[in-house]
């Protein structure tokens, strides 16, 4: 193959010559570890197949987590409490995984066989739980459903039963961050055209993933609904297996990044350094910083970071000392003793990343209450329209299709709006994105608590005999759902390009993993938050705020005290925020570049 060498600066600007082939500038590599030919790799090609694997594999997902909270409690026994507890636990589980995921892509296997592997795992999974749930927990035949619950479980039954929804959570959980990244690396930044399709691709990644979720929230989540769990969770099982054939089948096509090694020792070595260098004297504006020299033509795409001012301690790591200088350490520098700008800089984004991600936890405790109490409140309203019954869990569509909507004003009408407001090509920014999708959260918080207050009025007035129902329509819920996907577009897909974008070039995917991990605990906060509240709220007179029958208790107040929690991480992220400085990356072909690259970032 001849490809045309652009790796000098200003070589882009140089005509192809006849019967050569013009690489990739970013440095990815293709399947045989040769430099990426732009027309026959990567680019919408492969994007549409990731998204497409996206799809299909989120459908399979959420066919087993969308009605897991009814499943626990028509299936397995569970009191609502309990199996909301679980339900986040697991939830939370699943995100967790995407660290491990994140560590193994970064470091050692690279995106593509992470997504290999993890997608099998996914696959083994929940074939699993589809011949569990067939041949052992289904006893009586026919229970499941809201009138006949399942009977009592042997611990063998119950093992094989957590066994496999948690290879699912590992599964899902390992490779949604790597596929997300994996995606965006079809698209070349360092060419235009290419930069604006990957600011594109993660909208177009956050929809493939809610409208795979359509299908399992509708059709499966009403067969589900009616006890028919086998035949769901088989749906789930083939609708993963054609995700890993369609991932497989454009290997041929994909572009890679080759894995940098164990991100954590590179971290370790700036701390090491800069600790054994704690009393050296530093220039005021560090002039005088190690840095590699800029090679020709990088074998790994990654880039150098500039200088910046904050946490000086580290700068020390990458000062040059006269034990630096000796003879027997000029020719290989000591990483321990000696680290270059751009990795002290590496330690200096992750940092600075911190505080950002911490403020987003609280939204994903928001964010889970879809697929717990959310589900669990719709039960108890009125499901059936002319004899036709609504399962609550695909109340959840009405997110989606707010999802997908609100993407679609937001790219063509709100930015553009917003980009002649501020004068800029900028439009927003993803930190102001991101605090907009809090204020939304809040509204959603304070609707699902109204809607609760007056389904507890009509409970009362109207079904004083009824074990958890009311004769308000589940549809009073709509507002809710559609507030949160309208967060869901400002923050999720804000987060997603926020920490690619910020995150250095070499942990790429642990910036998918930031957005992941922050759902993940934000499960647990929630999973904790009901306990707490159940312990405070429970009386000898009194049920607690989130009884069995909901009817006996105020779910309402547990809504408004989201809001009012979210309201307070609201002002601390604005803190966060302005604090924040954003990465400044130097080009590798020279500075004009960057800078016009630079402005591609949304």
């Known amino acids: 193959m001849a490809c ?182 079809q698209f070349d930044e360092e060419d235009p055209k290419e930069g604006y399709s990957k600011i594109a691709f993660f909208s177009y990644f956050y929809l493939a993933l809610n409208l795979g979720s359509l299908f399992s929230n509708t059709i499966l989540g009403y067969f589900e609904n009616d006890g028919i769990w086998a035949l769901g969770f088989w749906a789930s099982a083939g609708s993963a297996t054609l995700a890993l054939v369609l991932f497989l089948c454009g290997t041929p096509r994909y572009r890679h990044f080759k894995p940098r090694g164990n991100p954590l020792s590179r971290c370790l070595q700036v701390l090491v350094a800069a600790t054994r260098k704690w009393k050296v004297e530093m220039t005021p504006r560090g002039d005088d910083l190690f840095e590699i020299e800029e090679k020709e033509c990088p074998e790994i795409g990654d880039r150098k970071i500039l200088h910046t001012q904050g946490f000086k301690f580290l700068d020390r790591a990458a000062v ?10 000029t020719e290989t ?18 940092l600075r990343l911190l505080p950002i991600w911490l403020c987003t936890i609280l939204y994903s405790v928001v964010f889970t209450q879809m697929a717990s109490l959310f589900v669990e409140q719709g039960a108890a309203m ?59 959260a809040i509204l959603a918080m304070v609707a ?54 910020q995150a250095p070039d070499g942990l790429k995917s642990f910036g998918s993993a930031l957005c992941m991990t922050s759902i993940s605990l934000g499960n647990y906060v929630s999973s904790l938050l009901v306990t707490v509240v159940m312990k405070i709220s429970t009386r000898d007179d009194m049920p607690g705020w989130i009884p069995g029958n909901l009817n006996k208790g105020h779910l309402n107040l547990f809504f408004f005290l989201l809001a009012a929690l979210t309201t307070a991480d609201l002002l601390v992220y604005i803190v966060c925020a302005r604090w924040y400085k954003y990465i400044k990356f130097q080009g590798k072909w020279g500075d004009d570049n960057a800078k016009k690259h630079a402005e591609l970032r949304v």
């Open 4 to 185: 045309l060498n652009v790796c000098n600066k200003g070589a882009g600007d140089e005509k192809v010559k006849k019967g050569q082939e013009v690489c990739t500038l970013d440095g990815t590599v293709d399947w045989h570890g040769r430099p990426a030919v732009r027309e026959r790799t990567g680019t919408w090609v492969a994007g549409i197949l990731i998204l497409v694997n996206q799809g299909l594999a989120t459908l399979a997902f959420f066919g087993v987590g969308v009605n897991l909270v009814l499943f626990l409690t028509r299936v397995m026994g569970q009191d609502n409490a309990s199996a909301a507890n679980d339900v986040s636990k697991w939830t939370g589980t699943v995100y967790l995984f995407s660290l491990v995921g994140a560590f193994l892509s970064d470091a050692y296997l690279g995106r593509y066989r992470t997504c290999a592997l993890f997608q099998a795992i996914f696959v083994l999974g929940l074939v699993l739980l589809s011949l569990s749930t067939y041949m052992f927990l289904l006893k009586p035949r026919g229970c499941g459903s809201e009138q006949s619950p399942c009977g009592s479980h042997s611990g063998f039954q119950l093992a094989l039963f957590y066994l496999s929804i948690y290879l699912v959570a590992l599964g899902n959980g390992g490779y949604q961050p790597s596929i997300a990244t994996f995606g965006a690396d």
């Open 320 to 329: 040059i000392t006269s034990e630096d200088l000796h003879p027997k350490n």
């Open 333 to 350: 520098n000591n990483p321990w003793h000696l680290c270059p700008v751009t990795q002290v800089e590496e330690v200096k984004c992750i």
């Open 382 to 440: 009125k499901t059936s329209i002319s004899g036709f019954h609504i399962p609550p869990a695909s109340m959840s569509s009405f997110d989606i299709l707010s999802v997908a909507a609100f993407i679609f004003i937001y790219r063509r009408v709100l930015d553009p709006l917003f980009a002649m407001w501020k004068k800029n090509a900028r439009g927003l920014t993803e930190l102001q994105r991101m605090g907009i999708g809090l204020v939304i």
């Open 448 to 501: 699902a608590g109204v809607v609760e207050c007056f389904r507890l009025k009509y409970a009362t007035a109207d079904c004083t005999s009824c074990e958890g129902s009311s004769s308000l329509s589940i549809f009073w819920q709509i507002p809710q759902y559609v507030l949160i996907g309208a967060s869901e577009v400002f923050m999720y897909v804000g987060q997603l390009e926020f920490f690619n974008a």
